[in-house]
């Protein structure tokens, strides 16, 4: 079926506006565009208008567009099946979609037009770290105001449907429109749809709501009014971006790249930028570096107490979303779905033992290498806005749309961004042909045997950079390094920067809300905002 209006566009746009070049990546008909509209809530009707451009620059040259025969059986040599686990939580796969969708969200979509500063629109078009996708553009704008509660502080929560033994349970869900058609009722009313294309983000924003309302509980009698959004927003934001740099990051990077860019400063996106000015999205980031979370997805999940040992599979948590799914025919999130976090995080790892999964239910995500999941072959149409031609073809195949893409931006190869990087001063390598074709071998490596002689040649030549990128975690352990952690390290760096409240520029911060003073993990953030109970971090029980 056709996308759905009032919904963003799914694992990523297919056409960009590149600073200084316009738009670009729109002219293969094997992606069809997809034009990002205004999201809606019970309050605000019908889409409002075409969302307007998201900006997007280029940091290196043009590259090659190799044949699309040629990505075709690289796609299909990456999709074969992941059985290489990691050593991340696989939490943390889903925490790297909701920042994406962080990062890429539109604000001006959900704000009434005429009332948009210049000001405003070009902060709402930029890549920030500032949670527009979990706050739109504030409860003051009267499009973003249905995300909240009465007091115009608290964001609201949604309510589980009752399944058998498992109760309505208020807080575990997204909260949805409940108005109009069965479709239009399940839909989510948050400001970026994204964030309900599969359960686990789906869970990961609605714990976020939590957080939010758990900071504005804590706000005390003392703060008057017209105040407490703000106040409560800067905390959470702040917090937010400690847990991305000290947590996130170093589990996905090599952490001494971490360090060198967050103490010293970048020196490839934007480097000596005015710390005020809005940043723009590195398409060599948003196309290629940073879609490594699609080879940490399992297959399957321990999801729960209702589904455990790998019964929450993969196709199960889109069909148990409201944008790729239909929550199973439900109105709302079925309880038996609720997710168990002790199953995703080691809370271990902060003296928190009582909060141990059962024996063998915690999921590691899948390495960081060149090799992504079955499933992820085949994807459910809903969630790139395909048609019913689409289905069960090469135009599903994940891997394939991502090496597509590149192709349509003629995204600069991995050789030539390992060269722009050591012309600015970074010590990084040039991978060999060698350790392009053989990988780190194993079940975790795509072979690229199914290639001809000529097809294997021009590929290590001018290789795609989205797979340079994975090549290089693989060959480092499953941990982005040279070119890909540097992309990664800095485009974060200049979003924090960039953004209204900013731990980069606010070198003083400490957080506050954790067990521990300048310690906030992201399970420090759900302790906070599950109360530090297990009957709410998994409700289910074992």
């Known amino acids: 079926m056709s996308p759905t209006p009032g919904r963003t566009p799914r694992h990523g746009r297919e056409s960009f506006f590149v600073e200084g070049e316009g738009v670009v990546g729109s002219d293969s008909a094997a992606v069809p565009p997809v034009t990002a509209r205004a999201n809606t809530t019970a309050a605000s009707g019908p889409a409002l208008e075409p969302a307007p451009t998201f900006r997007f620059s280029r940091l290196g040259p043009r590259g090659v567009r190799l044949p699309e025969a040629t990505l075709r059986k690289v796609a299909l040599a990456m999709t074969g099946g992941s059985e290489v686990d990691g050593t991340i939580p696989a939490g943390y796969t889903y925490l790297g979609q909701f920042v994406d969708h962080d990062l890429t969200f539109d604000a001006t979509t ?20 500032d949670l527009d996708s979990l706050y739109g553009f504030g409860p003051l704008d009267p499009v ?13 929560v949604g309510r589980t449907t009752r399944i058998g033994r498992d109760q309505a349970r208020v807080g575990f869900d997204l909260p949805r429109v409940g108005t109009g058609t069965a479709a239009e009722k399940r839909r989510a009313a948050i400001p970026d749809f994204r964030n309900d294309e599969n359960l686990v983000v789906a869970q990961t924003h609605a714990a976020m709501i939590r957080f939010h309302n758990r900071v504005v509980a804590g706000l005390g009698p003392a703060t008057p009014a017209a105040e407490r959004f703000e106040k409560a927003r800067r905390k959470v934001v702040l917090h937010y971006q400690w847990m991305l740099r000290t947590d996130y990051l170093p589990r996905i990077c090599d952490a001494s790249v971490v360090r060198d860019v967050f103490t010293h400063g970048r020196k490839v996106v934007d480097p000596g930028a005015d710390p005020l000015s809005m940043p723009t ?10 879609r490594i979370g699609h080879s940490m997805i399992r297959e399957g999940y321990d ?6 040992s790998g019964s929450g599979t993969l196709d199960l948590l889109f069909f148990f979303s409201g944008t790729s799914g239909d929550l199973g025919g439900n109105p709302t999130l079925p309880s038996n779905w609720i997710a168990d976090w002790r199953r995703l995080y080691r809370f271990a790892q902060i003296g928190h033992r009582e909060l141990k999964p059962p024996p063998g ?15 992820l072959a085949r994807l459910p149409i809903g969630s790139f806005g395909g048609t019913g031609a ?12 991502n090496l597509l893409r590149g192709r349509m931006l003629r995204l600069a190869s991995g050789q030539q961004m390992a060269a722009l990087l050591r012309s600015r001063g970074v010590a990084v390598s040039t991978l060999t042909k060698a350790q392009l074709r ?4 194993g079940k975790g490596s795509a072979t690229l045997d199914g290639l001809t002689g000529a097809q294997l040649d021009a590929f290590l030549k001018d290789t795609p950079l989205w797979f340079y990128v994975l090549r290089e975690a693989e060959l480092n352990g499953g941990t982005l ?10 485009t974060f760096h200049r979003a924090m920067e960039g953004s209204t409240h900013s731990i980069v520029r606010t070198p003083g911060f400490t957080p506050d809300l954790g067990e521990k003073d300048g310690r906030f993990r992201m399970t420090d953030l759900l302790l906070f905002a599950f109360e530090g109970q297990e009957a709410l971090l998994a409700p289910l029980g074992d």
């Open 110 to 129: 959900v704000a009434l037009g005429d009332d948009i500063s210049p000001a405003a629109l070009l902060q709402g078009r930029s890549p920030t770290l």
């Open 144 to 156: 973003s105001a249905g995300f909240y509660e009465a007091d115009r502080t608290r964001l609201k």
């Open 281 to 290: 999205m590195p398409i060599e980031f948003s196309v290629a570096a940073f």
């Open 303 to 308: 999801w729960n107490a209702r589904f455990p």
């Open 361 to 375: 239910e915690l999921n590691l995500a899948r390495r960081i290498d060149t090799r992504l999941v079955d499933p």
């Open 390 to 401: 689409d289905e069960g073809t090469i135009r599903a195949n994940l891997a394939f749309r």
């Open 438 to 441: 053989d990988g780190a071998g």
């Open 481 to 490: 390094t040279g070119v890909g952690a540097r992309l990664v390290a800095e």
